[in-house]
């Protein structure tokens, strides 16, 4: 075995591949081959590539040399082909994992750790984190014989690169895409972000946690009378999720599953007919019902956290199609603001919401026994609340996938937050259509994974409460909540006659001083 460097014969020639390699980007270099390749080919058909940007606030590693073995292959094939191929180089210097790296330096541990160290500090110091690395990252694309443009790269921190999303932004608002939404998402407290369907994707983790059988007291007296019931009847339902049930506001329940007032001892519980006997083994069937005669029915709260809104259904049983029979007990807990078919549910049944987490997923002070804590920390307490009332039916390990942050790994709730999407619903047809005149390599991929992922497209939600991004250019009056949509920088010294400086005086769209711009409704 040789040692790296050695000479190697070839057809007889002893040649040391490493020397031979630098003498070829040498003579690159001396007679600029790259930018020849691309002059010449000027005016031609354009074949036009812009990097997926990588960050330069970490070291390169051998996954970016395969990565851009690829598109080199591409890129010269195409030139080759007789086209202009311009290749724009970027840098991607914006978002949480720069945000984190500058955290995790400074010893800060959350967004009110970073407001009370200073907004413009902290941003001042992720603009210079970025290009920590920079000097590796060209030597490393020199290197391995890339050809591709340094020498004007976009990079995502800058105006004009910002300005280009704002135009976006401007055009999904004028084009009637871009809307506000009160919606359920997955959310990472830790970040004190949400994450986009793509995001969630990378986070999940086999987990066995505790779920809890719960009884629900009946107190609907008609009811009761109607089907000749005890007044120790109690609905069961089931949940992984017990930090959930401070939040209850609503069971629902299939309206054409079959559910029985089945007797255990002197307890009574309702529960769907084909999940009596695995959940309570021998009982008694007293009453055979369908979920439609259920609805309706008032019960007794678990809590009484919050103040529920007004005008609103609250602590009764709601019809349901997604409720299914093939675990738990046919019965759903639905807690509005945590979950996505529990939201959605809300709004079709007109259901009240019980907001009791803040935006740190911890619990606020109208959750008095468990007030400032984390809401999965909790699980076990609110388990014990839940024995000592004789709530509780039983408990047990559960294992199933969980959502974790790919970032940094904290749990990921589904929550209720303000956010802005933009409405794939209305161009899903179009996506699809222009996916299959895709040539897709390999094929299987236009009506696999790519395919799949647009026939089952979710609106996006957009919008990160961070600092160190692209502010959304929309601006809301407060008193009668008009928007406007600014799409350049231009526009916007127009609209508000000034531009945001920072402290050297530097026209900035960052915050905080992006936040200061304030015009007239």
């Known amino acids: 075995m040789k040692k790296s460097g050695a000479n190697d014969t070839v057809q007889g020639m002893d040649v040391n591949f490493p ?26 058909r354009r074949f036009v590539f812009y990097e997926g940007p990588p960050t330069a606030n970490g070291k390169p590693g051998i996954h970016h040399v395969l990565s851009r073995a690829f598109k080199d292959v591409i890129l010269r094939y195409k030139t080759m082909r007789g086209f202009f191929v311009e290749r724009r180089a970027g840098w991607d210097t914006h978002g949480l994992p720069v945000e984190l790296q500058i955290e995790k330096k400074l010893g800060l541990k959350s967004k009110k750790d970073i ?23 060209e030597a490393l694309t020199e290197r391995m014989g890339f050809w591709i443009d340094l020498n004007n790269p976009y990079v995502t921190y800058e105006t004009p690169y910002i300005e280009t999303l704002w135009h976006i932004i401007k055009t999904f608002w004028q084009k009637g895409l871009l809307y506000k939404g009160h919606k359920v998402v997955p959310y990472c407290a830790r970040c004190g972000t949400s994450l986009s369907s793509h995001e969630l994707a990378q986070g999940y983790k086999t987990v066995k946690e505790n779920s809890v059988f719960v009884k629900f007291r009946i107190t609907s007296e008609d009811f009761l009378l109607k089907h000749n019931l005890p007044k120790n009847t109690n609905i069961l339902a089931w949940t992984t999720t017990p930090w959930t049930l401070p939040g209850n506001v609503a069971l629902a329940v299939h309206p054409d599953t079959t559910y029985v007032l089945a007797e255990v001892g002197i307890e009574k519980y309702i529960i769907a007919q084909e999940l009596a006997q695995k959940v309570l083994g021998d009982h008694k069937v007293l009453v055979s019902l369908k979920g439609k005669e259920l609805v309706g029915t008032k019960y007794e709260p678990l809590f009484h956290f919050g103040k529920p809104e007004i005008d609103k259904k609250i602590w009764e ?29 809300g709004k079709k049944e007109n259901l009240a919401m019980l907001h009791l987490v803040n935006e740190e997923g911890k619990f606020n002070n109208d ?7 984390f809401v999965k920390d909790a699980d076990p307490l609110i388990i014990e609340n839940l024995k000592s009332s004789g709530a509780l039916f039983k408990e047990g ?41 895709i040539n897709w390599v390999p094929t299987h991929l236009k009506e696999g994974r ?9 609106d996006w939600a957009f919008s990160r409460e961070r600092y ?16 406007e949509v600014v799409g350049s920088v231009q526009e916007l010294a127009k609209r508000a006659g000034t531009l945001p400086h920072n402290e050297e005086g530097e026209a900035d769209l960052h915050r905080p001083y992006i936040d200061d711009i304030v015009f007239s409704c």
């Open 397 to 437: 390990l559960h294992e199933h996938e969980y959502p974790f942050c790919w970032r940094c790994s904290t749990p990921l709730l589904y929550y209720a937050k303000d956010s802005w999407f933009v409405n794939m619903q209305k161009v899903k047809k179009a996506l699809i259509a222009n996916n299959k005149k």
């Open 317 to 345: 049983v709601v019809p349901a199609d997604f409720v299914s029979i093939k675990e738990g007990t046919g019965i759903v807990h639905t807690a509005v603001a945590y979950g996505v078919e529990d939201f959605e549910l």
């Open 450 to 458: 790519m395919g799949e992922w647009l026939r089952e497209v979710k």
């Open 19 to 44: 020397k031979l390699e630098e003498e070829v980007l040498e003579r690159w270099k001396k007679e600029k081959a790259f930018e020849k390749s691309v002059a010449r080919r000027k005016g031609s």
């Open 115 to 137: 407001e009370k160290y200073g907004i413009a500090q902290f941003n001042k110091e992720c603009r210079q984190s970025v290009w920590e690395y920079k000097k590796e990252w």
């Open 468 to 483: 160190w991004g692209t502010p959304l250019p929309i601006w809301e009056c407060k008193k009668c909540e008009h928007r």
């Open 367 to 373: 959750v008095t026994p468990w007030e400032g804590m």
